[in-house]
Nanobody
Framework: QVQLVESGGGLVQAGGSLRLSCAASGRTFSWHTMGWFRQAPGKEREFVAAIRWSGGNTYYADSVKGRFTISRDSAKNTVYLQMNSLKPEDTAVYYC????????????????WGQGTQVIVSS
């Protein structure tokens, strides 16, 4: 059974940092793209960042470029999202996803999803 389990969310002041983790299990993800998406209340789910497990190519939304960093630890089968210089507009539920896709920006390209972790950034 495939599982993606997010952790690391919480409440932080603007300008602060958080590191989200996504622990993947249940299959080999070597050929997958791992993505982070977020959804704020009343808004659609939006792309944040992605990384190809093989090769490590990374992709970022313009809104987080230079502030967020996605990385992976193959030994731990875990993907991370380091979030720095957080802003109130980063407040959302953050989801980890995995898919065999060459189109990392679209949610419908991902097959597996985690339950999400809440991030709240106070001003």
């Amino acid at each position: 059974q495939v599982q993606l389990v997010e952790s690391g969310g919480g409440l932080v002041q603007a300008g602060g940092s958080l590191r989200l983790s996504c622990a993947a299990s249940g299959r080999t993800f070597s050929w997958h793209t791992m993505g982070w998406f977020r959804q704020a209340p009343g808004k659609e789910r939006e792309f944040v960042a992605a990384i190809r497990w093989s090769g490590g190519n990374t992709y970022y939304a313009d809104s987080v470029k230079g502030r967020f960093t996605i990385s992976r630890d193959s030994a731990k089968n875990t993907v991370y999202l380091q979030m720095n210089s957080l802003k109130p507009e980063d407040t959302a539920v953050y989801y980890c996803a995995a898919g065999l896709t060459t189109l990392p920006y679209a949610p419908n390209q991902y097959t597996y999803w985690g339950q999400g972790t809440q991030v709240i950034v106070s001003s």
